[in-house]
């Protein structure tokens, strides 16, 4: 069985809202379930394709600032 991940993941979401994306990511979120992980991963693969240069530096300045130890 040949499964593509990513195809899954994007197929599965092709018809969502605003409010069901939200949705999606605060559910995985809140979960924290290790299997929703990858799921996170091509949502933010979509994100950062297509992004400005612009857009990336602020998202790369946020996560920075997200993952600083306190």
């Not at 994100?47 to 993952?67: H, T």
């Amino acid at each position: 069985m040949d499964l593509n991940l990513r195809e899954a993941i994007l197929k599965n979401v092709s018809d969502n809202k605003k409010d069901d994306l939200e949705e999606t990511i605060v559910d995985a979120i809140t979960s924290g379930e290790e299997k929703m992980l990858p799921g996170l991963g091509v949502l933010f693969e979509q994100i950062w394709q297509s992004s400005s240069p612009v857009e990336k530096e602020s998202l790369l300045e946020k996560l920075e600032g997200a993952v600083q130890v306190s």
